[in-house]
């Protein structure tokens, strides 16, 4: 939003404009390369051998191409090379964390405030853009809002912060406006440096670098070049963000706000030009082009979020210049004159505050239209894509302003969603619908698996299946509340419990209609075809389940059987877990038994080794 009102120059063009922006191109490209071959052995000296080929090509053939163009080419094969022997590749992907100092020092000031404690954290996830300062039910939420990226240092976040930076910087320095911009920069980059470079917050401050820099030689950028260079920069310098989540949903939002925006503002309501199309428009292209990422990745989408985000990312755009100069004020003025004034300093904020939590209160409870696919999701992406790239080539080529092709792509647009949301396919396998560490769930047909332990932080919900639900099955006794709340919502007859502690419970479930089984472990019954254990490591049961493992074996035995055991050990047992691999037939484990070990964020799914056995 702030950076399409800076100096830069919309152009339809995917393609660079600059020597630079080429240069930056073959950065891009071999990072990709390296990125999507990381684990192929000599992927180094093959890029190396294919790059000498090109210069060879190049320098000793006839010119087959134009000299612009070949001079293009010399400088993205020239980056390339550059990125091979200067960039570091081998950094390690950890989570970035705000630096601890700056967050001290933003908690301290905060406890000054009239905030309520539940408030400051929300502000405090807002200021620096870290999840982990809000509450677990306010995140699971905010996820399932699809408002999530507001608690995600973000271009919104320095957008706001330097635009108002800017604002008084143009009010002192009205005859030096270079001044204004070099104070913007550098305390845009120390907010940049105490918040630990998140990618996408990166990516907003080259944005807004190279087109405030630009402006002040009267130049203009265009915006292929902006993305390009800023993905370079991103690539050389912190190459294990490259083609990170983090990075696809911040480049994808702004390439729709570049190449998508303008073509729907002449689509809808071409004749109007007023701040609520301006924001529909915005909000359309960045769902638009972040739908294909989080079901890619996620398998889930919030089509709530939509409208949600319509509502709630402009009051976020008061709420954040508001607070930053609260904050301001509270540090400048001396303590003995903010005890008197703190009242009135506060109440625009906290004002603000309230009135954002009021409204996210409303719509996350009754409009979040939250959706989790349960299988093949190619179909959705696929024509997500097609959409992104179609109103792409209508702007591109100008035929937006044939009315007859504008009415059927904005026809296609607003259904798109509807369509999405409400269009269900069958699957005969089962599929992973929640996943984390200590648990994940299965559906098949109209029976729903629960494997692990259930935490009183997240909130189950029954997927929506061709057949609905009919059967909850569970192994756990910190299940029982879950699983009684999803009985009585979705009115459920059959509920088991596979108990093999011998629960005090039983008795008082067994009387709730709850049908016990003592002698099973949950997941040996869950098709002809497919059997599914989970262990978590625990000494006293081994005996246990290495009785059920054979037993299940034996009486299904048939070849096209396949079974599962899934370790989801504690974190200090993750060596245990390996030794069970390592020494699998010393167990008295046999090989019909594929061993899994889950990791925190199941990066392979497990059921992926079911429906493409060479994937592992």
């Given at each position: 939003m702030f950076q399409t009102s800076l100096n830069v120059r919309v152009n339809t063009k995917l393609l660079p404009n600059s020597n630079l922006g080429w240069f930056c191109l073959g950065i891009c490209l071999q990072a990709t390369i390296l990125k999507i071959g990381t684990k192929i052995p000599g992927i180094y000296g093959t890029a190396f051998s294919?790059?000498?080929?090109?210069?060879?090509?190049?320098?000793?053939?006839?010119?087959?191409?134009?000299?612009p163009f070949e001079r293009k080419m010399f400088y993205a094969i020239l980056a390339s090379f550059f990125f091979l022997l200067f960039a570091d590749t081998n950094q390690i992907s950890n989570p970035r964390q705000p630096n601890p100092t700056f967050r001290n020092f933003l908690r301290e000031e905060l406890q000054k405030s009239p905030l309520s404690p539940f408030e400051t954290r929300i502000v405090m996830g807002l200021l620096t853009g870290s999840t982990k300062e809000i509450p677990r039910d306010f995140k699971e939420l905010a996820k399932e809002s699809g408002i999530l990226?507001?608690?995600?240092?973000?271009?919104?976040?320095?957008?706001?912060?330097?635009?108002?930076?800017?604002?008084?910087?143009?009010?002192?320095?009205?005859?030096?406006?270079?001044?204004?911009?070099?104070?913007?920069?550098?305390?845009?980059?120390?907010?940049?440096?105490?918040?630990?470079?998140?990618?996408?917050f990166v990516r907003a401050y080259l944005f807004v670098f190279l087109t405030l820099v630009s402006s002040l030689f009267y130049r203009k950028i265009a915006v292929s070049d902006l993305l390009i260079i800023s993905s370079a920069g991103i690539a050389f310098f912190l190459f294990s963000d490259f083609l990170s989540i983090g990075f696809l949903l911040s480049f994808g939002a702004v390439f729709g706000i570049f190449y998508l925006k303008p073509s729907l503002d002449q689509m809808i309501f071409p004749n109007s030009k007023s701040l609520w199309k301006e924001n529909l428009t915005l909000t359309t292209v960045c769902s638009l082009c972040s739908f294909p990422i989080l079901v890619y990745y996620f398998q889930s989408f919030s089509y709530g979020g939509v409208w949600i985000n319509y509502c709630l990312v402009p009051l976020a755009g008061i709420l954040l210049p508001?607070?930053?100069?609260?904050?301001?004020?509270?540090?400048?003025?001396?303590?003995?004159?903010?005890?008197?004034v703190s009242e009135y300093l506060w109440s625009p904020a906290c004002f603000f505050t309230s009135i954002f939590l009021k409204f996210f209160k409303s719509f996350a409870l009754t409009e979040r239209a939250y959706k989790i696919w349960q299988g093949e999701t190619l179909f959705f992406i696929l024509l997500s894509v097609i959409l992104i790239f179609s109103i792409w080539l209508l702007h591109r080529f100008e035929w937006h302003k044939k009315k007859f092709l504008?009415?059927?792509?904005?026809?296609?647009?607003?259904?798109?969603?509807?369509?999405?949301?409400?269009f269900n396919r069958s699957f005969a396998l089962p599929?992973?619908?929640?996943?984390?560490?200590?648990?994940?769930?299965?559906?098949?047909?109209?029976?729903?698996?629960?494997?692990?332990?259930?935490?009183?932080?997240?909130?189950?919900?029954?997927?929506?299946?061709?057949?609905?639900?009919?059967?909850?099955?569970?192994?756990?006794?910190?299940?029982?509340?879950?699983v009684l709340r999803l009985r009585k919502k979705h009115n459920l007859s059959e509920v088991i419990w596979y108990d093999q502690t011998a629960s005090p419970f039983g008795n008082l479930m067994a009387k709730e209609g709850i049908q016990i089984k003592t002698s099973n472990h949950l997941g040996g019954d869950i098709s002809p075809s497919f059997s599914l254990f989970r262990f978590d490591?625990?000494?006293?049961?081994?005996?246990?389940?290495?009785?059920?493992?054979?037993?299940?074996?034996?009486?299904r035995s048939q070849n096209n059987w396949t079974g599962y055991l899934v370790l989801d050990f504690p974190p200090w047992k993750k060596k245990e877990a390996k030794d069970w691999i390592t020494y699998q037939k010393l167990l008295g484990i046999s090989n019909a038994w594929k061993i899994l070990i889950v990791e925190d964020q199941f990066e392979i799914p497990l059921l992926h080794n079911h429906t493409n056995p060479n994937l592992l």
């Open positions: 294919f790059l000498f080929l090109l210069v060879s090509l190049l320098l000793f053939l006839p010119p087959k191409l134009t000299k990226h507001l608690f995600a240092a973000s271009g919104l976040h320095l957008g706001i912060f330097i635009g108002s930076l800017q604002f008084l910087g143009n009010l002192i320095f009205i005859k030096h406006r270079w001044i204004s911009i070099l104070i913007s920069l550098g305390f845009g980059f120390l907010y940049l440096f105490v918040l630990n470079f998140p990618v996408s508001s607070l930053y100069f609260t904050l301001l004020i509270q540090i400048i003025i001396p303590n003995d004159l903010y005890s008197i504008s009415r059927i792509v904005t026809t296609i647009v607003i259904l798109f969603f509807p369509f999405t949301y409400w599929f992973v619908f929640q996943q984390g560490k200590g648990f994940f769930t299965l559906a098949l047909r109209d029976r729903f698996y629960l494997f692990g332990n259930c935490s009183r932080h997240k909130r189950m919900e029954l997927p929506i299946l061709v057949s609905p639900i009919k059967q909850i099955l569970f192994e756990s006794e910190s299940c029982l509340q879950t490591g625990n000494p006293k049961r081994i005996n246990s389940l290495i009785r059920s493992l054979k037993e299940t074996e034996r009486e």
